[in-house]
């Protein structure tokens, strides 16, 4: 005997027609735009160079999920919203999830279960994931049709609160928690990643900052032997070892410099000029700025190096700002073109953070959770690829992770496997048909 659907029942007729809504529609998904997110992934292949660095121990004849199929499930869970690794157990029969992760969606098995992608992100060694965070820099490399000039990388950190007792947990005073205090690091320009590295929440040191950028330089040379590398950053890198080792490297660098007593002694002409002008403004409440550059030398720097200073004075004083640079040109222009621009490096962060969730950190290991953080970078890559894809001139290719996720990927599909092919009905109404279009057929074009 045919069991009944379930249904939604006390729906409130409508013009004296009954609703009768009832869980019957077949295999209906609504991911249906992660489809395209597939696209994305068979071009920059993510999935396949991670899982290229992890050993495989298991038995060929009884393996059912394949290494690089349940990190490709799990970035795209990521992108479609669905950030919790608990997730995958019930969308892990879900048909549209299933296509894109290469499963036919009736006759294909079920995606990795929730214990079956604990083990994985559990699998990766100390090494295992060095490899992992060489192949992210490679593939931001490759990501690249024509090989750049220039280009200029921001770095920062940003705060990662635990959840228990978990490896690599330290408390930090200015933000009042444990914490983490992964370090990121993108491509300013594109908006693309480099790499984002779990470390402990403390502020960095300059030996450890110097280890970093010169670990990511040489990679990026390896892979492009003569291109020019600017680096920015706030005062966290103005140390001696970050600014002696990027001069070693032949990279260029602006970065913050905090204030101290010889510099504010330096910058107090400038601010004594600012204040007297600001006080013949004919509106007294308007700002006033000058820039400046001279040369300076700390204790513990190895030499004198050029600082430029911002000088702003208003209705409520005087204020001083300095960066260190060895770039050429006036001060005002390095500041405000050059070291101010680093501020979109922030948005960048919160789309990692805010729309891919990458703060879901909350397993014991720190080997984990750094393979957790690639995870979720593979989908920022995927989100990013969508807005790119998307019209020039379009509202698109300013839009958040999340308004792309709403529009793009959100979207109702009825999944059905034929004999010969797989059938994906999309909603008639769907508002934006002509745009996705445009970005799927634009995709196809740029090849896997």
Known sequence: MEQDSAFLPGLSPIEGKDLIARFDGGRVSSNGGVLVLRQIERKLGIASALAAC???????????????????????????????????????????????????????????????????????????????????IDLFCDSFSRLPDRIVLDIDETVDPVHGQ??????????????????????AGTGKPVTALLRPGKTP????????????????????????????????????????????????????LGGNGVLKKIAAPWCEDAALRQLGKADPEAKLRRFHQTDYQAGSWDRPRKIVARVEAGPMGVDVRFAVTNLPGRAKHLYERAYCARGRAENM?????????????SCHRWQANQFRLFEHMGAYWLLLGLRQAAPRNSPWRKATFDTLRNTFIKIAARVEEMKTRVVIALPSSYPNQKTLAYITARIAAQGP
């Not at 495989?56 to 990521?78: G, V, Y």
């Not at 032997?225 to 260029?252: F, K, N």
């Open 166 to 187: 978990q490896e690599l947990a330290f408390y930090n005073a200015h933000y009042a928690t444990l914490c983490f205090l992964p370090i990121c690091i993108f491509e």
């Open 349 to 361: 962060i919160k789309d990692l953070k805010t729309y891919t969730a990458s703060d879901r950190t």
């Open 54 to 136: 992890l050993p495989d121990s298991r038995d060929p004849a009884r393996i059912h999920h394949r290494q690089d199929e349940m990190i490709r499930a799990r970035m795209l869970a990521i992108a479609c919203g669905h950030e919790d690794g608990g997730d995958l157990d019930t969308l892990r029969t879900d048909p549209a999830l299933k296509l894109a992760c290469g499963r036919l969606p009736q006759s294909g098995g079920d995606l990795a279960s929730q214990p079956t992608l604990s083990r994985l992100e559990n699998e990766p060694s100390w090494r295992d994931l060095a490899r992992m965070g060489l192949a992210m």
């Open 205 to 256: 040191t300059g030996k450890e900052a110097a280890n970093i950028v010169a670990h990511v330089t040489r990679r990026i040379r390896a892979n492009w032997p003569r291109v020019e590398i600017g680096w920015r950053g706030d005062g966290h890198y103005a140390a001696p070892e970050v600014m002696q080792t990027l001069e070693r490297l032949d990279c260029s660098y602006i970065l913050g």
